[in-house]
């Protein structure tokens, strides 16, 4: 089958995936296999903007890579593959960084909130962070990346550093990737209050066990309204009712909409049922995690194809850049 185009999208070594990752990115990556050809990068290199202590990387990326294929990555046909085992990429991103204005970089809203969050650690990487994603997604020629509303500024910054380096050196080389926007619901933690996140340790992760994932759901908040059972509730506050809305059968969703707000279904039989639906959703990726797991060659394997067909992708463009710029 022709394919659409060509989609980009990177992702964070943060170790073993979690249900935010699962409903904010990786149900679309799943989905958009089918129309276009995809390229997913582990992206280690921008790990490094703001972590210190590389001890897990490794093991982190494997995990993360393990959830991937075990949740319906098909790297037959997609290519998976780690950031820095593509060294074009930091080549494009030095060759980028010569045409960016330092002020653009400082004016992103990302970047004033990456420094919020990492007062003590403001690195030369962390400013340049926009144009090392811009050279992800220009070395690979791609036309999409699918992102939530939030990242926009990115993708229209990657989108004029593109212009800026093709108008400097009077070329079409590099192509200005298209942002592919994606209903990217923002799923909260099992606090009912933060995005949910390994950091703040308010996550379910896809591979806990049924007992673990049904303890963590257990622990999630509610309507904060609702303190005693005989309250009525409100759903549509509730982020255990979210939650819901993507994991149980359509007429029990109805059913606890209404028995909610007349106090007719209390909060521990409400996530009792949802831990139930989540565990039945969960398990065929449980399975297929196992199968893999217990091929410890096989996910090494699968990086380092997908790394040689990133490459010649990448040393392509390359040379086409380097003959634009004609470098001696
Ligand atoms: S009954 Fe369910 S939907 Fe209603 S507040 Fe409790 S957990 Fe939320």
Do not use: W
């Not at 890579?65 to 030095?94: K, N």
């Not at 036309?143 to 400097?168: C, K, M, W």
């Not at 996550?203 to 303190?227: F, G, K, N, S, Y």
């Not at 969960?282 to 199968?291: M, Q």
Request: charged share 25%.
């Amino acid at each position: 089958m022709n394919k659409k185009g060509r989609v980009f999208s990177g992702i964070r070594p943060t170790g073993r995936a979690h249900l935010g990752n699962f409903l904010g990115a990786f149900k679309n990556y799943i989905t958009l296999q089918d129309e276009y050809e995809c390229i997913y990068c582990i992206v280690d290199l921008h790990a490094l903007t703001t972590i210190e202590d590389t001890v897990n990387l490794k093991q982190n990326t494997n995990d993360l890579a393990l959830d991937l294929l075990a949740v319906g990555i098909r790297p037959e046909e997609t290519i998976l593959f780690i950031q820095s085992h593509v060294p074009q990429v930091t080549e494009l991103h030095t060759i980028l960084s010569m045409v960016t204005p330092l002020g653009k970089l400082t004016d992103l809203p990302t970047f004033k909130e990456k420094v919020r969050q990492n007062p003590n650690n403001i690195n030369y990487g962390l400013v340049g962070y926009p144009v090392l994603m811009t050279a992800d997604i220009a070395l690979y020629k791609s036309d999409l990346v699918p992102v939530g509303i939030d990242q926009a500024p990115h993708i229209e910054f990657a989108r004029e550093t593109v212009r800026s380096f093709n108008y400097r050196y009077n070329t079409n080389v590099l192509i200005e990737p298209q942002m592919k926007s994606a209903d990217i619901p923002k799923v909260l933690g099992i606090d009912g209050k933060e995005k949910m996140g390994k950091s703040l340790n308010n996550h379910i992760e896809l591979a806990a066990t049924p007992e673990e994932t049904r303890q963590r759901v257990m622990q999630m908040v509610t309507d904060p309204q609702r303190i005693k059972r005989t309250d009525r509730g409100n759903p549509d506050i509730c982020n255990v009712f979210t939650m819901h809305k993507v994991f149980t059968p359509k007429e029990d969703v109805e059913m606890i909409n209404v028995e909610c707000r007349r106090a007719g279904i209390g909060c521990v039989d409400c996530k009792k049922r949802f831990a139930e639906n989540l565990n039945k959703a969960l398990e065929p990726f449980r399975t297929k995690r196992a199968e893999i797991a217990a091929q410890p060659d096989l996910v090494p394997a699968v990086l380092e194809e997908s790394a040689k067909r990133a490459r010649n992708i990448a040393e392509k463009t390359m040379q086409e850049v380097r003959e634009a710029i004609q470098l001696p």
